[in-house]
């Protein structure tokens, strides 16, 4: 028997049309004064202002940051922090994708206390207490709402985490309408960046255990058999739902199992070419996959067992799979496809040496001329 630990959130509510109750969970809360984390995009789209006209009938006052961009620098940060700050806030609500709920998590901690950013960094460097959290995602991909981890650019090219249960919400909260208008490409990045998260965290190579496999076999399972469904059918409630939870799951596999080297060779794809993290992960799958196949042929093997029917299952069947998956979703299969220049790829592979965090998960060691390599089949395919 081996020990093991796992954690997740204590409160998830699934549904359509339940982000119109966050309201009601602010009141169980005592949450009177609740600030919004968002981007403006979905204030545009129109998305934002039902949520918050249902929250401010519950509450004295509400208060909207939508600066929330892609890779949310330290300065998004401090923006939202400045804004909580005037308002006197007593609540954090994300509605929105991985970035707006990175950035309300961390704000959540900042807002108590006086510990700075710069100190967060890491893993479990924050002290107990935060702000009554809610999370909304608007995708099926990060898995963010039930995850301990926020990251946050800190540089022109670097990327930073802070992992803590701490970050963990009070409630998280999955409603597929707040899915249906998102865009083809968007859906095809975060639904891969999902299923990579199921994958790597059945692989783990530290802290791979019996409810991590469970949570990511169901995931990659709930994912792979909907994903053409919302690609095709993009108003299909019932396959955006699927996608969520599918989501969902694999957040609390990998918040337990953490991922490995497919996310360490993203990262520097964010950092210097502002590549999406979907993507990225999309990206470097295949490279990876095929790295790894030779030590995790079992595992491998397992998950080509939960995708649809007819794939061969054995770990030449999943890495097949992935490849007719990404062929057909329009996005680029490779490096060289998306824009990124080989002359930069030892520099992508000297960056990835960075992410060790992430790279002693990886079930092969990573050393950097194997980064090299991988950044060189990905770029060529």
Partial sequence: MTSFSYSTVPHVRVGPGLAGTLGDECAKL????????????????????????????????????????????????????????????????????????????????LMVGDQSLAEMYGVDQLPPGRLPLFLVPTTAGTGSEVTPVAVITTGAT??????????????????AELTLGLPRSATAMTGIDAMVHAIEAYTSKLKKNPISDMLALRALRLLSHNINTVLTQPTDLAAREAMLLGSMFAGQAFANAPVAAVHALAYPLGGHYHIPHGL????????????????????????????????????????????DLIATSGLPATLEAAGVAADDLPMLAADAMLQQRLLVNNPVEVTEACALQLYEKAWSG
């Fill in 30 to 109: 005592s949450v009177r004064r609740p600030l919004i984390v968002t981007d403006n995009g979905l204030v545009t789209l129109g998305l934002i202002a039902p949520i918050a006209q249902a929250i401010s009938a519950q509450c004295d006052a509400l208060t909207i940051f939508d600066g929330v961009a892609a890779d949310p620098s330290e300065d998004v940060v401090e923006a939202a922090c400045v804004v909580a700050r005037e308002n006197n806030v007593d609540g954090v609500i994300a509605v929105g994708g991985g970035s707006s709920m990175d950035v309300a998590k961390v704000v959540s901690v």
């Fill in 280 to 323: 990225s992960n999309s990206l470097m799958l295949p490279a990876v996959l095929a790295f790894n196949a030779p030590m995790v042929q079992k595992d491998y093997g397992e998950l080509a067992e939960e995708l649809p029917g007819g794939v061969a299952t054995s770990a030449a069947g999943l890495m097949v799979w992935f490849d």
């Fill in 158 to 175: 670097t990327k930073a985490g802070v992992s803590s249960s701490v970050l963990l919400p009070d409630v998280a909260i999955l409603d």
